[in-house]
């Protein structure tokens, strides 16, 4: 028999259980998630999964190998947590052949990014995802990414795959740039190293900062109109672009949280929107159609 009192508290618990109910309890990253979890994450995201995506690079001496995937899965996650999305789990396969001279590069072949993409993708959408957007944290992937976009007309296919492109914003900008020091900034800069300050302090040395050079050596720069691939070791051979290293988390608060805003807004956006389907199906069933004279 339940006694009053014990009553009480059983109406309080459950009070406090349904209140509980009411905020979505979801973890947004596939590998938290239990598989009946995941069904559901299906449904609440509409089928948006986002692959927040890094490298095993140098990132001259004070930032870990893995910069580029703290740094995408922190603006990924934080962006999910804003508009609901499935972040895939920690994935490092890109293009980074020019890193290969230093230590601890993961430099995977053509055919196995390829195909890790491709099937990561294919694999998602069987399990409902229908919705896929690249999160590239590394500036070595971007032609490589972008050519795995184009090439998802190859042939028809039941999902759509869209590749993050970030962009300015006024709100973020004007506390931004004010906070920027440094004259030259790029690979391990003034902003990868105030966005490893603020994801993850005890992950950077600011002890060796300054300890090798990141000038831009310029050692092809009399070669007129081309590309080469080459050219990231002829500029920058330390893997270090940058010339300002004081970490400045607050720069770095803010830098995750421009990407995860403009990120919450295309997820917002695929959710309400078949578009890219649409077009897609129209595409495939015309190049499928045989050819007829007018
Ligand atoms: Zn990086």
Redesign the pocket.
Known sequence: MIRPVSLLLLILASAALSAQNNTPTLPCQMEEMTSPQFAEAVELSGGVCVIPM??M?K?SRH?PLG??LY?ARAAVISAAHKEYAVVFPPYYAGQIFEAKHQPGTIAYSNDLIWQMLEESCSELSRNGMKKIILFN???GSTYFLQYFCQSQLAERRDYVVVLFQPGADPEYDREINPLKKAKLDG??GEE?TAMMSYIRPDLVHPDVIGQESGADLRRLSQMPNAFTGIHWYARYPNHFAGDFLEPNARLGELLIEKDAKQLAGLIRYLKNNNDIEQLQDEFFDRSEAPVKAK
Do not use: N, R
Request: glycine content about 22%; charged content about 30%.
């Open positions: 890094g490298i690079e990132h930032l910069t580029d740094e944290g590394h500036g690979h391990a990868e």
